[in-house]
């Protein structure tokens, strides 16, 4: 099932006596964790019915004793298992997932990692719960993700922005929520759009000065802006390590590249094959006239030898700053 499913069902009260959420992004797993700690069970009934462990500080023969418990003045009881990666024997397990209680629903976080699809354990869970796997996001999912959180929370963004706040808070799905709750409060109600000037206004992000803009400046061979970045880069390392740069750059040009080799480059197919919104095709048309097959293959190698350079392979004395303005130089000449 997916995230979606499986919240619609719980807020439909169709519970299961077994949820199993397991995989490397912990944003979905703790939704889905949070919402079972904080509906399925009234105040009152969480004092003796709601029992959080974790798998540092537990064991299977506890979880289980615990899960087979039946509930006190309710009609459930919900076992929250946190930090379940940690458990020593989880096979064990399968000793309570043939034979749940109805009463009980136990929830295990099994973060960062992923159960053997051949043992016994993971079949099990197939037949007799809500098996989980919160897989991360590649980069380009991220900007979709946005819209659709906003979406749901009765705000729109603009394409720009997103880009922009995905180039600056990573893939941390947790923490890109928590600073768009941040904008949704700041907002004014009637406000429904979501600016780049509103993600630089109250996140602080510079909806001028970031690898969004420069890979814009590179593609038009704008010299006069992406050497203004570069020095606002070179300026503040802190917030803009040239390893990542170079790393966006890279990411760019690797799609330009990819661009030149399509043979089919109508619009659909070209947003299809690059992962990007249609919004940013216009980019990879100017970058593609700006730079042709041989110059794009010539840039790639440039942005792996300044790559290491940044990391101090074959580099004395140029500090990240010039690197960077040495770099664009060489990409747009």
């Known amino acids: 099932m997916t995230f979606e499913e499986i919240l619609k069902q719980l807020k439909e009260k169709n519970y299961r ?16 964790t949070d919402y079972i700690a904080d509906h399925v069970l009234t105040e009152e009934e969480k004092t003796f019915n709601q029992i959080i462990l974790y798998g540092k500080d537990t064991d299977i023969p506890t979880i289980i004793n615990t899960a087979r418990r039946f509930p006190m003045m309710a009609s459930r009881q919900v076992v929250i298992v946190r930090e379940a ?31 053997d699809k051949r043992k016994k354990l993971f079949k099990a869970l197939e037949k007799n719960s809500i098996l989980f796997e919160s897989k991360r996001l590649y980069d ?4 979709p993700w ?22 600056y808070l990573g893939s941390d799905l947790g923490k890109i929520a928590n600073e768009l709750e941040k904008l949704i409060i700041v ?26 803009e420069l890979n814009n400046a590179l593609a038009r061979r704008d010299v006069l802006k992406a050497n203004r970045i570069a020095r606002y880069f070179g300026a503040n390392q802190k917030n803009h390590p040239l390893a990542l740069t170079i790393t966006s750059i890279y990411f760019f040009f690797s799609k330009v590249l990819r661009y030149h080799f399509l043979p089919d480059k109508s619009s659909r197919n070209v947003a299809s094959a690059l992962k990007i919104e ?48 040495e770099l664009i130089y060489k990409i747009i000449h």
Not at 198 to 204: L, S, T, Y
């Open 85 to 115: 990666q940690s458990l020593e024997k989880i096979e064990d397990l399968i000793h309570y997932v043939d034979h749940p209680l109805e009463s009980t629903i136990l929830v295990i976080n099994y973060k960062y990692k992923k159960l």
């Open 278 to 325: 249609p919004f940013f095709i216009r980019e990879y048309e100017t970058a593609a006239r700006n730079y042709n097959t041989p110059k794009t293959v010539q840039i790639i190698s440039l942005l792996r030898e300044y790559d290491l350079k940044s990391k101090g392979f074959g580099n004395v004395s140029a500090v990240p700053g010039d690197l960077l303005k």
């Open 146 to 167: 946005i819209n659709s959180y906003l979406r749901s929370r009765g705000k729109e963004i603009e394409p720009k922005a997103a880009v922009i706040l995905t180039e």
């Open 187 to 212: 907002l004014k109600a009637e406000q429904d759009m979501i600016t780049p000037a509103d993600i630089e206004r109250n996140i602080g992000i510079s909806k001028d000065y970031n690898n969004f």
């Open 140 to 143: 380009d999912k991220i900007p």
């Open 17 to 32: 006596p077994i949820y199993f959420l397991m995989g490397e992004e912990p944003y979905f797993i703790d939704r889905i």
